[in-house]
C-alpha cells in the first residue's frame, strides 16, 4: 500500500542554517503531496503542495519539489528562523483521492 | 472563517465512561476524518467518511464508533475510555478532489484516569 517515509528527528539548528528535511514516499499512479506544520499545541497546518511530477511547492521560505524518479518531496529552508521551530509532516494524498497517508513527523527546534 | 471546529479543546474521563468528541465544518466538504496524535506515532486514522451516511473504518477503530447524519458534523464516540484512548484527536476535512489537502482542527486533548 501507499507509504510516507521521514527523516526521523529531533533536528536543532542555529538560527540561519540551512534546513532539510527528507521524505520519500511509495505510491501507484500519481498522488498529490504535501507538508504540513504543527506548532505546540495546535493542529496541523498546510504549508505547502505540489501536485505532478516537477512542481515546486513553496511557502514562507520553504520549497520541496515534487521527484517522481526518486519518489521524493524533501524540505528545504535556506535560512530557518527561531519561529520555525515545529513539528513538520510529509504527506500524499493517493490519485483516487481517498486516503491520506502520514510521515511520522520530525520536530525542528532553532536556537538563537 | 471557521473552518474545521473541535469541541472540546480538554477532556478527563474516568475509565469506562463514555463521551463524544465533536467536530464541525463549514466548507461543504464531503471528506471528514478522525486521527489520534500520540508521541513517537505520528498521525494514526481512527475513521473516515466520504460523505454524509458513509463511514469507514482507518487504520485504529477499536474503541471509536463515528456517524455521518449531515456533512457538516463527524462526532467521535468513545464507548467506554481506556487509559490507552488518553491521547490528542484531531478532526480534520477535504473536497473530495484528489489534490486538496486535509483542513485540521485544533484537536481535543484527551485524558483517561
Known amino acids: 500500500g501507499d507509504s510516507v517515509t521521514q527523516m526521523e528527528g529531533p533536528v536543532t539548528l542555529s538560527e540561519e542554517a540551512f534546513l532539510t528535511i527528507n521524505c520519500t514516499y511509495t505510491?501507484?499512479?500519481?498522488?498529490?503531496l504535501f507538508w504540513y506544520v504543527q506548532y505546540p499545541g495546535e493542529g496541523l497546518q498546510l504549508l505547502l503542495k505540489?501536485?505532478?511530477?516537477?512542481d515546486k511547492g513553496s511557502n514562507k521560505g520553504f520549497e520541496a519539489t515534487y521527484r517522481k524518479e526518486t519518489t521524493s518531496f524533501h524540505l528545504e529552508k535556506g535560512s530557518v528562523q527561531v519561529s520555525d521551530s515545529a513539528v513538520y509532516f510529509c504527506?500524499?494524498?493517493?490519485?483516487?483521492?481517498?486516503?491520506?497517508?502520514f510521515g511520522t513527523g520530525t520536530s525542528l527546534t532553532v536556537i538563537p | 472563517n471557521a473552518g474545521v471546529t473541535q469541541t472540546p479543546k480538554f477532556q478527563v474521563l474516568k475509565t469506562g465512561q463514555s463521551m463524544t468528541l465533536q467536530c464541525a465544518q463549514d466548507?461543504?466538504?464531503?471528506?471528514m476524518s478522525w486521527y489520534r496524535q500520540d508521541p513517537g506515532m505520528g498521525l494514526r486514522l481512527i475513521h473516515y467518511?466520504?460523505?454524509?451516511?458513509?463511514?469507514d473504518q482507518g487504520e485504529v477503530p477499536n474503541g471509536y464508533n463515528v456517524s455521518r447524519s449531515t456533512t457538516e458534523d463527524f462526532p467521535l464516540r468513545l464507548l467506554s475510555a481506556a487509559p490507552s484512548q488518553t491521547s490528542v484527536y484531531f478532526c480534520?476535512?477535504?473536497?473530495?478532489?484528489?489534490?486538496?489537502?486535509?483542513?485540521f482542527g485544533n484537536g481535543t486533548r484527551l485524558t483517561v484516569t
Open positions: 480534520a476535512s477535504s473536497p473530495r478532489i484528489y489534490n486538496s489537502p486535509l483542513h
Open positions: 505510491a501507484t499512479g500519481y498522488p498529490s
Open positions: 505540489a501536485t505532478k511530477a516537477d
Open positions: 504527506a500524499l494524498r493517493e490519485e483516487t483521492g481517498n486516503q491520506f497517508y
Open positions: 466548507m461543504n466538504h464531503e471528506y
Open positions: 467518511s466520504v460523505g454524509a451516511g458513509i463511514t
